[in-house]
């Protein structure tokens, strides 16, 4: 069975060395998990694969200063064969309706770059990036609807395994 998720989310992204402003969409969530069934001579058994999560379905980014722009599909897995987290992309120069650039891999590991000149290389190997801290205003300075303000119920509850508690606390 699948969990659907609808994250109807756009953010921006500033450069502050160029003064550029990135708008950009996000993908679905799914919570994804496979039922094999077994059925023996006097009985029938369900057993229940390990839960994941996947991103899938359309987003963009968009330059409004200088007119680049970035088609991304985010593919779920297929329910017979395939592989979880692949991504394509199309990246257009201003006014153009050919992509200069195409980007295909897993979004959680090696992408990599075709060009129309013909060169073909890594895009990105998301798996050597390192880990940035995020940078978050402690809960007191935060409004009552910022996200972590907002969620704390929910997130002490699920670290301590409550999910009776946690599920209470979204209400």
């Avoid at 953010?11 to 059925?39: K, M, S």
Wanted: with cysteine.
């Amino acid at each position: 069975f699948k969990i659907y998720f609808y994250f109807p989310l756009i953010g921006c992204v500033t450069c502050l060395d160029y003064d550029e402003h990135y708008i950009l969409t996000f993908p679905n969530g799914y919570g994804r998990q496979v039922i094999n069934i077994f059925i023996y001579i006097y009985n029938c058994r369900s057993i229940l694969t390990v839960p994941w999560i996947e991103l899938g379905g359309e987003c963009s980014i968009n330059c409004s200063k200088t007119g680049y722009n970035a088609s991304i599909v985010f593919h779920t897995k297929p329910f017979y064969g395939g592989k979880k987290h692949r991504i394509t992309a199309e990246i257009f120069s201003p006014n153009d309706k050919k992509p200069f650039c195409s980007i295909e891999g897993e979004w959680n590991g090696v992408m990599y770059a075709k060009y129309t000149t013909g060169e073909n290389a890594v895009f990105i190997d998301t798996k050597k990036m390192p880990t940035i801290k995020k940078k978050v205003r402690k809960l007191e300075d935060q409004d009552d609807f910022e996200s972590r303000c907002l969620w704390k119920d929910v997130t002490y509850n699920l670290k301590i395994r409550d999910i009776d508690a946690a599920t209470a606390a979204k209400h």
